[in-house]
């Protein structure tokens, strides 16, 4: 399985920009897709954006399309996730997660690895 640590996550005005990181560890973390969700308090863990196994395709929310852009560079083991635009809605911990398998997926059920959360927090 795959290990994986989040960071870049904190306090920022809406209209401002986080990147978030994802550090992995493992030796199938290039050739699993990866994804990145989120959740508030009292809800269910909501899919924000996923990438193939090689980049080659990526998929988004609709709440942030536009905004949002997931990388990832394999000779580094690390996952993105570049936040721009920021709204208060996007208040949430954000969560990496790696795939069951190499292509693109929206459901948590399909990701079997999970960091422990980032925080982001976007004030008004």
């Known amino acids: 399985q795959v290990q994986l640590v989040e960071s870049g996550g904190g306090l920022v005005q809406a209209g401002g920009s986080l990147r978030l990181s994802c550090a992995a560890s493992g030796r199938t973390f290039s050739s699993k897709a990866m994804g990145w969700f989120r959740q508030v308090p009292g809800k269910e863990r909501d899919f924000v954006a996923t990438?193939?196994?090689?980049?080659?395709?990526?998929d988004y929310a609709d709440s942030v399309k536009g905004r949002f852009t997931i990388s990832r560079d394999n000779a580094k083991n690390m996952v993105y996730l570049q936040m721009n635009s920021l709204k208060p809605e996007d208040t949430a911990v954000y969560y990496c997660a790696a795939g069951r398998y190499s292509g693109i997926s929206t459901k948590p059920y399909d990701y079997n690895s999970w960091g422990q959360g980032t925080q982001v927090t976007v004030s008004s």
């Open positions: 990438i193939t196994w090689n980049g080659g395709s990526t």
